[in-house]
Structures are given as C-alpha cells and as structure tokens.
T-cell receptor, first 116, second 112 residues
Framework: GAGVSQTPSNKVTEKGKYVELRCDPISGHTALYWYRQSLGQGPEFLIYFQGTGAADDSGLPNDRFFAVRPEGSVSTLKIQRTERGDSAVYLC??????????????FGAGSRLTVL | GEDVEQSLFLSVREGDSSVINCTYTDSSSTYLYWYKQEPGAGLQLLTYIFSNMDMKQDQRLTVLLNKKDKHLSLRIADTQTGDSAIYFCAESLRSGYSTLTFGKGTMLLVSP
C-alpha cells in the first residue's frame, strides 16, 4: 500500500480481555517495528521484525505481549489479560532493511487502546 | 544507556523562527532524527543528520549538531500555524538497522 496501515484505529476493551492490533506495512519494506506511546510520552520501542522473524523483542514489557509476522508482511500485536496500564497508542512503522545509512521509519497513524 | 531529553513546550508567533532543542547521552549515536506528530496522526520524518556532520539545511529547516555537547537543535524559519505539532528528537546507535530512541517531544504552538 501507499503507507503503513493500522487497524483498528480505536479499541476499547475491559480489563482482562485479549486484544489484537494489526499492521500492514509499506509493500517491499522488510523491517517492521512496533512502538507504544503513552500520553505525554515519546514512542517506546517494543519489537522489531526482519522478515518473518523477531530480530529484537527486548522492548516487550512482559509475557502478556506477543507479536507475529508469519508471511513477512502483515504483523499482529497480541496482548493477553489486558491491564489499565496497557492503555496507549500502539504505533507500527516499517522501513527498508538496510545494512548502512539512516534508518528511515515510516509510521502508521496508530491504534489507540483503552482498557477500562 | 540511551536517554533523549527535550523541553516540553514552545510558543512562537507566526513568521518568527522556532528553535527546538534536544540533548542525548549516548556518544555513540550515529544518526539523529526529527519527527513531527500532528494530532491524531502518526509520526512524520522531517529530517535526519549523520553524526559526523554539524549542520544540515532543508528548505525552512536547519539542523545543528554539537557532538561534543551532545546537543541537537531544529530551527524552523518563518514558522506557520500549520507547523503547530509535537516534535520528537530521536537517536539511533548504529548505521542501518537500529531501533530509534525518542525523546518525550516538544509541543510547538504557533499563534497568528
């Protein structure tokens, strides 16, 4: 597609429920990132995919968070047993995976998650 | 460790220049970036600078980098009301693939 697409744009759920957030990156971008942005904060790194594999998941806060990218394109971020503290905007970004040079990330508009 | 600091708020009048400042702690940063976020939108890359440069100009935008002081600034000339947004400074530690570490953002408010 022309840009990074994220769905849903808004998700309201109850504490303890399971949610899935989807990201469709720019066609041809092999690198895909998930970031979380809490109110008044900058984006915080969660996980990075190079193709189908998670190359760096050091930012995932705990084992309730998991992400997949089975075919190297669309990615799904999965959150189990949601807590109120998970409320944030979840941002997805993609880039050409380059061996050198600036890492130019293109971000989607984000999925706003509200846990009641 | 990685830490990027920014002032939280800046208010200017239309037509003035805006200067947004950022400091970072990791001297091994290779690239530094400026992103813009408008309400309800994702982050948009404005410009970036390689760490061995001290200045980069792109139309109304001028980036200054003082590597010794680990200080980065973004100057917007002839600021317009459409420039009102949150501006994020970010650093990456390696060339090519590298996660970006963002500051908390500076809200720029441009009044007519």
């Amino acid at each position: 597609g022309a840009g990074v697409s994220q769905t849903p744009s808004n998700k309201v759920t109850e504490k303890g429920k399971y949610v899935e957030l989807r990201c469709d990156p720019i066609s041809g971008h092999t690198a895909l990132y998930w970031y979380r942005q809490s109110l008044g904060q900058g984006p915080e790194f969660l996980i990075y995919f190079q193709g189908t594999g998670a190359a760096d998941d050091s930012g995932l806060p705990n084992d309730r968070f998991f992400a997949v990218r089975p075919e190297g394109s669309v990615s799904t971020l999965k959150i189990q047993r949601t807590e109120r503290g998970d409320s944030a905007v979840y941002l997805c970004a993609s880039s050409l995976d380059r061996a050198s040079g600036a890492n130019v990330l293109t971000f989607g508009a984000g999925s706003r998650l509200t846990v009641l | 460790g990685e830490d990027v600091e920014q002032s939280l708020f800046l208010s200017v009048r239309e037509g003035d220049s805006s200067v947004i400042n950022c400091t970072y702690t990791d001297s091994s940063s290779t690239y530094l970036y400026w992103y813009k976020q408008e309400p309800g939108a994702g982050l948009q890359l404005l410009t970036y600078i390689f760490s061995n440069m001290d200045m980069k100009q792109d139309q109304r935008l001028t980036v200054l980098l003082n590597k010794k002081d680990k200080h980065l600034s973004l100057r917007i000339a002839d600021t317009q009301t459409g420039d009102s947004a949150i501006y994020f400074c970010a650093e990456s530690l390696r060339s090519g693939y590298s996660t970006l570490t963002f500051g908390k953002g500076t809200m720029l408010l441009v009044s007519p």
